[in-house]
Every structure is written in C-alpha cells, then in structure tokens.
C-alpha cells in the first residue's frame, strides 16, 4: 500500500488530514514529507496550509476546496467521538441567538492550545482560540459551554425574544444542575450569578 492509498482510505475526500498525525509504517517524517510534497506536484492531493493536505472532489468546474471551518473543528473542537473544543465568547452568543451581530472571527476554547488566547488564521477563517479552563471531554463539554455563554451576558439587558433563546438554549443543550455546580468553580463568579439573575437555572434538570 502506498502513503497515498493509505491516506485516502483514512480520511476520504475533502476531510484535512494533518502531518502531524501521520504514521505511515515505519516510515521517517523526511520521507513523509518527501513523498506529500510529490503528490502535490503530481496533482494527487493538495496543500491548503502549512501541514496541511486533502483530496479534492473532481468536478466539472474543477477540484473542490477545503472548507476552512472544516479544518478548525479537527484541530480545535472535536474529531470523530472525540470532544477538546467549544465555539465560545461573541460566536456563541450568535449561534443560540442572542446577539444579532455576525462576528468577524470565530472564537473557541480547546485543549489544543497552550497560550491564554491567541488569533490565527486558518485558510480565509480568522479564529481566536482560548486555552480551556479545564479539560474538555465530550462529557462536560455541554456545561462548559453553558457556563461560558453565562460569563457572557447581561441579564438586565435581555428583551423577551432574548430570554426566550437563553431558555431554549438551556434545554437544547440538556445541562443538569449538578453538572454546573461540579465546573462553575472553574469559572467566575458572575457566571453562576447571571445564570441566577436571568432565571435560567430553574430550567436546568
């Protein structure tokens, strides 16, 4: 088997396969490196960052292109079953509603960053990526998710339609109270108090 069909048969189409993640035989990265850099130049993958390739669809208009949000999700928040990120800050507020204004970059805590809060870009996706207050799993990736959106509002400020995203947002989300209770003490303590104050922590289970 080649590294080529190796990697196709791994990740498939349109999926960013990352070279730190590579191990092909006992192959040695120099060799890796080598042979990624040949079938680029042969037009069987393509580069679309720095470490990182993928096998394009071949379409009548020509090759398709990695989705740069894509590319976020595996390095930032999730990879199959496994969870180490969550869309945070001005993002999330946008997601479940609450905010009208459409962010000009993408904000999420993770485990995969070691700095306290860094802004890359990845492809044409700006990203300001925050180091997790705690480990993130897919376990208690909901209440910390939770938490964070609580860290972010201002209770006084919410209008009806406001209030009513918050609760469905709560409920979606299937947060039990014994879950914040166990990370709130990772958070601030305007987070517990706003989650108070917006009377959204008597619909939690």
Known sequence: MTLCSYLKDKYGYNEPIYTEEIQFKDYSRPWIF?????????????????????????????????DPRKVVERRFLSSGDDVYGYIAGKSLLN???????????LELVTNNETTRVRNINIGTQRVRARRSRTTVTRDNVAALQ??????????????????????KFAKDSRVTQDAIMQYAVFFPAKATKNMIESGVAYELA
């Open 95 to 105: 997601l479940t509603g609450l905010s009208t204004q459409v962010p000009n970059l």
């Open 34 to 66: 080598n042979e990624l850099k040949k079938m680029v130049e042969n037009g069987k993958i393509k580069r679309f960052d720095l470490g990182i390739y993928y096998f394009p669809i071949k379409m009548f208009f020509g090759d398709s292109f990695l």
């Open 146 to 167: 939770f938490l964070d959106l609580m860290n972010s509002i201002i209770p006084t400020e919410m209008d009806e339609t406001e209030q009513f995203m918050l609760r």
